[in-house]
């Protein structure tokens, strides 16, 4: 059975992952939350008029979903990401997206950026369409949700949209 994990790994490996690479950040570099923080906040924020060279192709991703579905064109993969209103068409893309990102990112920064914008397409499919977009167990999710709310360097948006996320989790193992 293939599982679809964001490197390939079975759903109980991804927590160790996400210890491995969150951790390392803090020992190899004192301000590496820091610079975490400001790359997916640079990433969220990111629209059709901002620089491909700063976000590293993020922006391009962009320009073809709104070409599909029509986004006001001031609007920023945070919107698409944390809003309701955005189609499944349009999640399932980003988050297929973020998965090919997360394993080529040679950074730990990109990487850890590329895995939180792959979870929160998965949490706004979950809340905002009733759909589960990956093979990965509720009970991993659930962990994997707590695991990004823990996160220093998380803005406060994504940690609810996590923490609900969570709970709709929960309620989906009972």
Do not use: F, G, R
């Given at each position: 059975m293939k599982t679809d994990s964001i490197l390939g790994l079975d759903p109980k490996r991804i927590a160790r992952l996400f210890g491995i690479t969150f951790d390392s950040d803090n020992q190899e570099n004192g301000n590496s939350d820091e610079v975490t923080a400001?790359?997916?906040?640079a990433c969220l924020a990111a629209t059709v008029t901002t620089d491909t060279q700063v976000m590293g192709g993020w922006p391009g991703i962009i320009r073809r979903l709104r070409g599909d579905n029509g986004?006001?064109?001031?609007?920023?993969?945070g919107d698409v990401l944390t809003r309701p209103g955005s189609k499944?068409?349009?999640i399932r893309k980003i988050r297929r997206y973020a998965k090919q990102r997360a394993s080529r990112e040679s950074s730990e920064a990109e990487r850890s950026v590329a895995i939180t914008i792959y979870f929160t397409a998965?949490?706004?499919a979950l809340l905002f369409h009733g759909v589960k977009i990956t093979t990965h167990p509720y009970e991993s999710?659930?962990?994997s949700f707590g695991m990004l709310i823990a996160k220093r360097w998380m803005p406060a948006e994504l940690s609810e949209l996590f923490e609900k996320a969570r709970r709709a989790c929960k309620k989906m193992r009972r």
């Open positions: 400001e790359y997916l906040q986004h006001d064109p001031e609007q920023t993969l499944l068409s349009t998965i949490a706004n999710l659930e962990t």
